[in-house]
């Protein structure tokens, strides 16, 4: 199959997602309540990111469509996106997001995931012409990028499951924040993070993959974190210490597309998303491959086996049609995400 975004794939994905950005209910809230006072609608609480079942996805979407809108300006859902930006991007409504985070109890909301996505929806945004969108997210930005220069050094410990609380993801969606930002202190303790909790990893097994909760691959994601930190000669080596039989289509639970057996179900449906992800990550690690490696070509082919799963299913279920579409375009661009 193509492993390259359609018009009408994008256009498809815009929809989808223009369809629940601001759809408020269901809602899954992730809130520590101090006092009744605390008991409030989600778009009084998130007057940005409120919709989209919860507040990590529907950070994420926004994402998806600042991506599609950069790639096709003048796509038919352009204009919608841009009005969308418009009305939600805005100093005043980032700012109490901003607000949100100040309370004791927010100091872990959404880490390390909805940090990263946001950061990697700040730094999509700085690509953009126009810069309006970009300025009045910065501070927000800027408050989950302190978070990171504050968390990961008292983080003795990696997170290696395949859920929202996986670590490697964390990094390797800031790096692309601190590239943006020109920011050589934030790069330098995100890399030296994942050298401290990865370096020395070997011999992976992913014997523990998939579980039913997954939407992410444990060992897929840690080594597309060290191809995104590390210099391209360190990561050949490390690669091959830590995957040694990619060639060979080992481990073969890393080759084999997940079964998704009830899509109502959201715990089950994440399968789906690791069918993306792992299209995601095996491209973007084959990228750094070179042309006439074998394991190259067997992370490419992976990649469109999994990619060919999950298509059909990107949208029919609130359960996965509420974020599923940013994990395919992630895997369409893996080369530029």
Known sequence: MTTRLSPELAARFATIALG????????????????????????????????????HSCVHSYWMLARLLRRSPDAPASPAIRA??????????????????????????????????????????????????AEALEPLAEVFAARFREFLPVATYPVRVGTHFNTAFGL?????????????ALAALLRDTAERWYGEDAGCTAWGEPSG??????????????????????????????LPRVAAGEPATLFRPAAVSDRSDGKIAHLDGLNLSRAWCWRSIASALPQDDERRTRAEGTASD????????????????????TFAVLAFEADEA
């Open 20 to 55: 629940h950005v601001r759809r408020e209910y269901p809602n899954r809230l992730d809130q520590t309540l101090a006092g009744p006072e605390d008991l409030r609608a989600p778009s009084e609480l998130h007057p940005v990111f409120f919709g989209s079942y919860d507040w």
């Open 306 to 325: 999994h990619l060919a799963a999950a298509l059909p299913h990107i949208a029919g279920d609130y359960m996965g049609e509420h974020w599923l579409a």
């Open 213 to 242: 909760d997954d939407f992410l691959s444990s060992a897929l994601m840690e080594a597309e974190c060290m191809r995104r930190l590390l210099p391209p000669e360190r990561f050949g080596p490390w690669l091959g210490r830590f």
């Open 172 to 184: 390797r969606m800031a790096a692309d924040y601190a590239a943006a930002t020109e920011d050589a």
């Open 84 to 133: 969308l930006f418009d009305e939600q991007l805005v100093p005043a409504k980032v700012e109490a997001e901003r607000a949100y985070l100040a309370a004791p109890s927010a100091k872990g909301f959404k880490r390390p995931y909805g940090w990263a996505w946001l950061l990697k929806l700040a730094e999509e945004l700085r690509r953009h012409d126009d810069r309006r969108w």
